[in-house]
C-alpha cells in the first residue's frame, strides 16, 4: 500500500469535522499509512480453518446472586449528610 496523501488525510478529517495544522496532517499521513500496512499484512494471514475467538475466559453467563448487602447505616443517617432531600430520597439537579 502507498502512504496516504496530504489530500485523503484532508478528506478524512473533513469527514471527521476536524481541523488539522500541517503538521498534524503530515504526521496523521505517516502513521496512517502504517496502520493501513498493518492491516494489509492481517489480510494476506491464511486463517482457514481457524474457529472465530469471540471471548477468550471461558465463562457463560456469570452473575452473582442478588443479594442486599447491610452496611451499618441507615437512609436516614445518609440522608442526613445531604444538602437537599425529598420525599426520602436526594434531590439533585436536572440533568439533560
Do not use: W
Not at 488539522?20 to 489480510?43: C, M
Not at 446472586?65 to 445518609?78: F, H, R, V
Amino acid at each position: 500500500m502507498s502512504k496516504l496523501s496530504r489530500e485523503d488525510v484532508l478528506k478524512l478529517a473533513r469527514l471527521s469535522r476536524l481541523r488539522l495544522s500541517d503538521a498534524e496532517v503530515d504526521k496523521f499521513s505517516d502513521e496512517l499509512s502504517e496502520i493501513l500496512n498493518y492491516v494489509e499484512k492481517l489480510n494476506s494471514v491464511d486463517v482457514t480453518g481457524l474457529k472465530p475467538t469471540y471471548q477468550v475466559t471461558g465463562l457463560k453467563n456469570v452473575m452473582r446472586p442478588d443479594e442486599p448487602k447491610d452496611y451499618g447505616y441507615t437512609s436516614e443517617e445518609l440522608l442526613a449528610n445531604a444538602p437537599s432531600t425529598e420525599e426520602h430520597q436526594f434531590k439533585v439537579k436536572r440533568v439533560l
